[in-house]
């Protein structure tokens, strides 16, 4: 595989999705198919986003790994060339001064429109700088879509612009996308909440009395005004020593 020199990008229609094996899961935002990866594949996969070479791929699995460099050089190879045939990644030999301003302007513009859709609800201003920003040049929804996934703010940002009415503004493929992530996040919400309770109960049973903090406390107060708006990673207690 000729793959020395050139770089290989995932192409940016999909977003990958950690799974609780370590690996990923890759989601085609337009044709909503998934694409699994194991812990290996994945920490290629990862490397690749950071637009290393095949060389630095394999130097870095070198690096923390205790096996030849040609097997690894092998196996690095073998998944690209799976990941090309099957349309998930392609090449690119570096990009030029423009391409990489253009590239920072969209996530500037992504941004922002990310920040206002999530914290200026029901706001007129926030509806003008969202106007503004998809009248903008640089706007791309594949930027909005990779950022929101990046920083867990898929369903913020779904709500966020349902209630200022402009969810007819965002591409049907992306909407399905933002609203199976808003589903998937309140029935993981739900679980860690069961999960919560279970865990203060059994503290209580042994005369621990602890304090919910951040993402745990808003799940009992009601904070958020969807109980799948908030992305959590684990329950966060403060018990006594």
């Given amino acids: 595989m000729s793959t020395t020199t050139s770089h290989f990008r995932p192409i940016p229609e999909l977003v990958a999705l950690e799974t609780d094996e370590g690996g990923l899961s890759l ?6 198919r998934s694409f699994q990866l194991n812990r290996t594949a994945a920490l290629i996969w990862r490397h690749m986003e950071q637009g290393m070479t095949r060389e630095e791929i394999v130097a870095g699995l070198q690096a923390r790994f205790d096996i030849g460099r040609e097997a690894l050089r092998s ?3 073998a998944l690209m060339e799976e990941l090309l045939a099957r349309g998930l990644i392609q090449p690119e030999e570096g990009p030029s001064s423009r391409e990489a301003g253009s590239c920072r302007a969209s996530r500037l513009v992504a941004t922002e429109f990310i920040a206002s859709g999530i914290s200026r609800w029901r706001s007129i201003e926030g509806r003008q700088r969202l106007l503004r920003c998809l009248r903008s040049r640089a706007f791309d929804w594949r930027t909005v879509a990779a950022l929101t996934h990046d920083n867990g703010m898929h369903s913020a940002l779904l709500l966020g612009l349902r209630s200022m009415g402009m ?3 965002v591409p049907r493929t992306l909407r399905l996308y933002l609203e199976f992530c808003l589903d998937g996040n309140e029935e993981r919400n739900e679980r860690i909440r069961e999960q919560t309770l279970e865990l203060v109960q059994t503290l209580n049973g042994a005369g621990v009395v602890p304090l919910l903090l951040k993402g745990a ?5 009601g904070m958020h005004l969807h109980p799948g708006w908030r992305t959590m990673a684990d329950i966060d207690l403060l018990v006594p020593e």
């Fill in 167 to 169: 969810l007819q503004a």
């Fill in 27 to 32: 989601l085609h935002v337009e044709l909503l």
């Fill in 217 to 221: 406390a808003h799940l009992f107060r």
């Fill in 75 to 77: 196996a690095v190879d």
